[in-house]
C-alpha cells in the first residue's frame, strides 16, 4: 500500500501538530500537513493533491461544515472526516446531509487516534476503490461504445434499451439513439426470426446463455446481412436484460459464396469438357451442348445456331423448341442472336417483353445469349422473366468455351 497525504484542519495548532504526531506513529503511510486557517483550505487543494481532509468542527473563521460546503463545490468526492470535540445529534445530522464522509468525536484518550487512522485508511481505500471501479467501468463503456463488434442490450420483450454505434451501423441507422426502442426482433429476417425469439424467451425463462449462430439481419434500408451472434442474460441498470453481441460476417459469407460458385464453376467446366469430347464431329458438339445445358445446366429451352450465309440457323434445339415458337432461322442483323454474333459479348435478357429485338413467336419471357467466335450463337430460353442469373450466363459461357475448343480440334485433327 502506498502512501497517503492528509490536511488537518484546526485552529488549535498545538492539537493539529499532537494528531499529526500520534497518526503518523501509528501509521507511517500517512503524510500529514496542518493548516489553522480553514479559510485557506480551498486555494490549498487547488495546488496541492490530498488524499482525505480532518477538519475540526468549531472553528472561529469558519466551521467545519461550512468548510465542508467549501471543499464540495470544487471537489464532490474528497474524503472529508469531521474531528471535534463539540458533538451532538444535531451536528452529526446537519454533516450527514452536507455529505461529511464520516464523524468522529474527540476524546481524552490516546485510542481516539487509532480510530481516526483507522478511519482515514478506510475512506481512502473507499474512494479509491471507487475511483478504480468508476475507471474500468468508463474503459468498458468506452471499449463497447467503440467496439467493431456490435453490442446491444434489450427487455424480455425484445425492446433495445441500449445499443454502441457498431450495432447502430448493423441496423443501418445513424446513430444508437434510432434504434433504442424498437425491437430487436424488427432486424432479424423473417427465416431466421423464429429461433430469434426462441433464444430471447431463452434468456428470461431459464436464465442461460445462447451459443453463437449465424443470424441474418435487416437493416433500416432493406439490406440483408450475415451476423455470427451469441446471446447472454445479463444485470442492466438494476433489472434482468439480455445482451447480444454481433460480428458482422457479410463479407466472410460473401466470400464463402464466390468460392462455392468457383468450385461449382470449375465442376462444370470438367464436366463439359467431358461431355464435348465425346462429340467426332462439329454436329455431334453442337448437339452435345443442348442435351449439357439441358441435362446439368437445367437450362429451359436451348439452341445452337450456326452462320451459314448471312443467317444464324438452327444446328441443334430443344425437342420442345418447336412447340415453343423457336425460329429456326434467323438474322444476324435484327434479332438478339444477330446482336449477340456481332457483338461477340454475351447478354441476359431479363424481360423479353421489353425487348425491341424480341424475334421470338412469344413463347418466352427471358434469354441468355452467348457468342461461339465467328461460329455462331448459343442460346437459352425461358417462360419465365428473370429467369436467369449472372450464374447461369457464366455457366453457358464456359459450355461455350469448352465447344469452342472441342470444335478447334476436329479441325486441326482434319488438317493434319
Do not use: W
Request: glycine share 6%; net charge negative; hydrophobic share 35%.
Amino acid at each position: 500500500m502506498g502512501t497517503s497525504r492528509v490536511l488537518v484542519v484546526d485552529d488549535d495548532e498545538a492539537f493539529a501538530t499532537l494528531t499529526r504526531t500520534f497518526l503518523t506513529r501509528i501509521d507511517d503511510s500517512l503524510l500529514i500537513d496542518i493548516q489553522t486557517d480553514p479559510t485557506a483550505v480551498v486555494e490549498q487543494l487547488q495546488t496541492s493533491s490530498y488524499d482525505c481532509v480532518v477538519s475540526d468542527y468549531d472553528m472561529p473563521t469558519q466551521n467545519g461544515l461550512q468548510l465542508l460546503s467549501s471543499i464540495r463545490s470544487i471537489d464532490d468526492h474528497l474524503p472529508f472526516i469531521l474531528f471535534t470535540g463539540k458533538g451532538s445529534e444535531e451536528i452529526a445530522s446537519k454533516a450527514v446531509s452536507k455529505g461529511v464522509t464520516d464523524y468522529l468525536q474527540k476524546k481524552g484518550s490516546t485510542d481516539q487516534y487509532t480510530v481516526l487512522a483507522n478511519r482515514i485508511q478506510n475512506v481512502i481505500e473507499q474512494r479509491r476503490s471507487t475511483e478504480a471501479l468508476e475507471a474500468s467501468e468508463r474503459r468498458y463503456r468506452t471499449l463497447v461504445e467503440t467496439s467493431p463488434v456490435g453490442i446491444h442490450i434489450f427487455d424480455r420483450n425484445g425492446v433495445l434499451l441500449y445499443a454502441n454505434e457498431a450495432s447502430a451501423a448493423l441496423f443501418g441507422a445513424d446513430s444508437p439513439e434510432d434504434v433504442v426502442g424498437d425491437c430487436v426482433l424488427e432486424y432479424i429476417h423473417p427465416t431466421d426470426r423464429a429461433e430469434a425469439e426462441t433464444r430471447l424467451a431463452n434468456i428470461f425463462q431459464n436464465n442461460s446463455s445462447a451459443p453463437e449462430i449465424t443470424q441474418q439481419v435487416v437493416s433500416k434500408n432493406g439490406e440483408t446481412k450475415y451476423t455470427l451472434t451469441a446471446t447472454s442474460p445479463i444485470i442492466y441498470k438494476g433489472k434482468p436484460a439480455g445482451q447480444a453481441v454481433s460480428h458482422n460476417i457479410t463479407a466472410q459469407v460473401a466470400t464463402e459464396k464466390q468460392l462455392a460458385e468457383q468450385t461449382e464453376t470449375i465442376e462444370i467446366l470438367h464436366a463439359a469438357a467431358g461431355a464435348l469430347m465425346e462429340a467426332d464431329s462439329e454436329q455431334a458438339v453442337y448437339e452435345n451442348m443442348v442435351q449439357f445445358a439441358e441435362g446439368v445446366l437445367a437450362f429451359d429451352v436451348c439452341a445452337v445456331n450456326t452462320y451459314d450465309d448471312g443467317k444464324l440457323v438452327a444446328a441443334a434445339v430443344s425437342e420442345t423448341a418447336a412447340s415453343s415458337g423457336y425460329y429456326t432461322e434467323l438474322s444476324v442483323e435484327e434479332t438478339i442472336a444477330g446482336q449477340t454474333y456481332n457483338s461477340g459479348e454475351s447478354a441476359i435478357i431479363y424481360d423479353l417483353s421489353t425487348n425491341e429485338t424480341h424475334n421470338t413467336a412469344g413463347a418466352y419471357r427471358s434469354l441468355i445469349s452467348v457468342p461461339i467466335g465467328d461460329l455462331g450463337v448459343f442460346q437459352a430460353g425461358s417462360h419465365e422473366s428473370h429467369a436467369f442469373s449472372a450464374s447461369d450466363k457464366r455457366h453457358a459461357e464456359l459450355l461455350v468455351f469448352n465447344a469452342a475448343n472441342r470444335i478447334r480440334c476436329l479441325k486441326e485433327s482434319k488438317n493434319v
